[in-house]
């Protein structure tokens, strides 16, 4: 017998159905995943609004913070050339044509120097004097002091301790009267980060105008208590750091101790460095945004300018940390979950039903709410794992309470949640019992039905 009469004789070859119940579920589970992206995604978006919102919040801590520190620095100086006998005495040596023109030591300069070392010692104004203790011509370095000067930028009484006046600071003297200005941020004689503050003295029962100027209260302080204000209290955010930047020119100046050991002023980066959170702090002010640190890790990023100072307040946060528990999703999910992931997400956007016959109607009214990815991660396992037990252990489990919380759609909207408590109340449904961590942590199986 031929081979065309035995095919003849056996009848037409049936297809087996195992590759296309294969290409189905491969299909299904697809679709699965793509629900799960797509609510991923969503999760992702709303996450990055909390934080948003937490960082910011911080983040104008953090400024009023270092802004407080900052104007208390003036308020010491402002204080003290608001004091009449300051403002007396400073007028009369003035019109003495300056301290060099007294003869002797006007008794004056003793008040002055006494109440500059008071007020120095009170606001923060001192610092130890570095060099050595001993017998020499070896001049100790002041780094830290309080000083009168004139309209010249001539010092006319000061604290022992304060630094030498240099041509620079006198330049901004004389480009400032009538105004309190700030020496920025910079490496002192020793190394230290210090700053300078001046406040206008005006002559004594004078209007406060430019011209009623006589002198000018400068004063020189270390910025070691500045930098803690940097620490958000109570934080628990490991990669978290507020970081105080200043554009210089073409670059970037981090003026701070950064969470990698680095001393302040010992870091400096290009202005235009691609992706700079730095950069895009100094340019967007209040703004929010991914970006890369100076470390070249990705960060949530927000930023505060300040008025006073040119500085900005740079607050960050590793993606890695914020967003951990939001990109892990997806990671465990079997084809089961998947499938079901799919079914809910048809359920939710109303294309099928997970109840027999009629179900409610969609209730709300504007644009409805969407549902949020923990409901719906734990309907689609709650589902899985009453199918796997069917599957599995032959037994029925007692979902109606989710499918029934699908139907009603309550999270939709206020109208959608007050349908379905009315259900409840008039027992047409059972409240779904939404214990989150325990079906995340799959200890627990749906109730058997008897």
């Not at 590793?318 to 951990?324: C, I, K, Q, R, V």
């Amino acid at each position: 017998m031929t081979d065309a009469a035995i095919s003849a004789e056996r009848g037409p070859r049936r297809r087996s159905p195992v590759p296309l119940a294969a290409f189905i579920l491969i299909l299904v589970t697809a679709l699965g995943v793509v629900a799960v992206f797509r609510y991923v995604a969503a999760e992702r978006e709303r996450d990055m609004q909390d934080w948003q919102v937490r960082m910011g919040i911080i983040a104008d801590g953090r400024f009023a913070a270092v802004n407080d520190w900052l104007e208390r620095r003036f308020g010491v100086l402002t204080d003290l050339a608001r004091n009449a006998s300051l403002q007396l005495y400073l007028t009369q040596i003035e019109l003495a044509g300056g301290i060099e023109n007294a003869d002797g030591e006007m008794p004056e300069v003793g008040y002055l120097r006494n109440l500059l070392v008071a007020t120095a010692d009170s606001g923060g104004f001192t610092a130890p004097i570095h060099g050595p203790k001993i017998n020499a011509n070896v001049a100790r370095i002041g780094i830290a002091g309080i000083a009168l000067l004139d309209m010249r930028g001539r010092v006319m009484v000061a604290t022992p301790a304060m630094p030498p006046i240099d041509e620079r600071l006198v330049g901004l003297i004389r480009e400032n009267p009538g105004r309190r200005f700030i020496d920025d941020l910079r490496p002192g004689p020793d190394g230290e980060p210090v700053m300078t503050f001046a406040v206008p003295v005006y002559a004594v029962q004078s209007a406060g105008a430019a011209s009623d100027q006589v002198g000018v209260a400068v004063g020189m302080t270390l910025v070691n208590g500045l930098y803690p204000r940097l620490v958000q209290p109570g934080a628990t955010t490991a990669s978290a750091e507020a970081v105080l930047v200043r554009a210089d020119g073409a670059s970037i100046d981090y003026l701070s101790p950064l969470a990698d050991g680095t001393a302040p002023f010992t870091r400096t980066l290009a202005l235009d460095t691609p992706d700079l959170a730095a950069a895009f702090a100094i340019a967007t002010p209040g703004g929010f945004t991914v970006a890369r640190d100076y470390a070249n890790a990705e960060v949530l990023v927000t930023a505060r300018r300040f008025e006073i100072v040119p500085w900005t307040l740079m607050y960050k946060v590793s993606t890695d940390e914020a967003l951990a528990d939001t990109d892990a999703i997806g990671m465990r999910i079997t084809v089961r979950e998947a499938r079901w992931m799919w079914h809910v997400h048809q359920a939710v956007d109303g294309a099928v039903h997970l109840l027999p016959g009629p179900v409610p109607e969609p209730l709300f009214s504007g644009t409805p709410r969407p549902m949020p990815w923990e409901e719906f991660e734990v309907i689609s396992l709650t589902l899985a794992r009453a199918e796997e037990g069917r599957d599995v252990l032959g037994q029925e489990f007692d979902v109606s309470d989710v499918e029934h919380y699908v139907a009603y759609r309550p999270w939709s909207g206020d109208q959608a949640w007050a349908r379905y408590q009315e259900a409840i109340a008039l027992g047409i449904v059972r409240a779904w019992d939404r214990d989150y961590q325990a079906w995340r942590q799959m200890a627990v199986m749906p109730k058997a039905t008897a």
